[in-house]
């Protein structure tokens, strides 16, 4: 038999070498055996660092700070909220003119304006209205708004009778003030020069509804034959 063919076959028939194996590699290993526990320690480190920031996190809505009639250990008495300091007033509460505040003249519900009724003060009543009262009295405020269109069982008033037409001025801000019958009191939607202004818009629909020509300046008198604009389409007018 050839010598390079017995070669061959005791090549072919020897047991297999350990692949990959060599002490400059086992040294490595070893040595990387003994980093290990320095990376175990670093990654315990990080995540309790971690866990640290996450703990102290404050979301907006669950602030440090006290609820309305919340317990408190500060104070003796242990309540949060704190009476009012005696002998003072608080920013904006001081109602000395109670024409003003509370639409009366006494225990009389006002018959006057607090100040001089201007057309800013009617321009601003008329965009108040439209927001607050449109809805129930309707643009021309003959009680036919939309919730009253819409099947309320309670009709909403309407401006136009005898009795809220000779009514005084006060008598409209005390109702928006405190609310009358289904009504619900507006004092916190509406603020107090607002609800002013909304009355005298009241009493300029009311004039518009049973006016004479008398009440109209001759200067203008000419416009009264004139021909109305039309309406637009779906729309309301109190024009």
């Known amino acids: 038999m050839p010598t390079d063919f017995r070669a061959r076959v005791s090549r072919s028939t020897a047991p297999p070498v350990e692949q990959g194996f ?6 490595r290993s070893r040595q990387g055996l003994r980093h290990r526990p ?38 003796k008495d242990g309540q949060a909220s704190r009476p ?5 007033v608080a920013r904006g509460q001081l109602d000395l003119d109670t024409l003003r505040t509370a639409g009366r003249i006494g225990d009389q519900l006002a018959d006057r304006f607090p100040e001089l009724v201007t057309r800013a003060m009617l321009d601003r009543g008329e965009e108040r209205f439209e927001i607050y009262c449109t809805p129930c009295h309707g643009r021309a405020g003959d009680g036919q708004g939309m919730v009253a269109r819409r099947g309320f069982n309670r009709q909403p008033a309407t401006f ?8 005084p001025p006060g ?18 939607q509406i603020p107090v020069d607002d609800r002013w202004a909304i009355v005298a818009y009241i009493r300029a ?18 416009s009264l034959d004139a021909p109305r604009a039309a309406a637009p389409a779906g729309g309301e007018s109190h024009r």
Request: proline share 4%.
């Open 38 to 75: 320095a990376l175990g320690v670093r990654l315990t480190v990080a995540l309790v660092a971690l866990a640290g920031v996450t703990a102290c996190r404050q979301d907006m809505h669950d602030q440090p700070k006290y609820e309305p009639l919340e317990a408190s250990r500060f104070f």
């Open 171 to 188: 008598h409209f801000f005390d109702v928006i003030t405190n609310g009358f019958g289904a009504m619900q009191d507006h004092r916190s």
């Open 84 to 88: 009012v300091v005696e002998d003072t």
């Open 22 to 27: 060599s002490p400059a590699r086992a040294a």
């Open 205 to 222: 629909l009311q004039l518009s509804q049973h006016a004479t020509v008398d009440d109209v300046p001759e200067a203008e008198r000419g």
């Open 160 to 167: 136009h009778t005898d009795r809220l037409r000779e009514a």
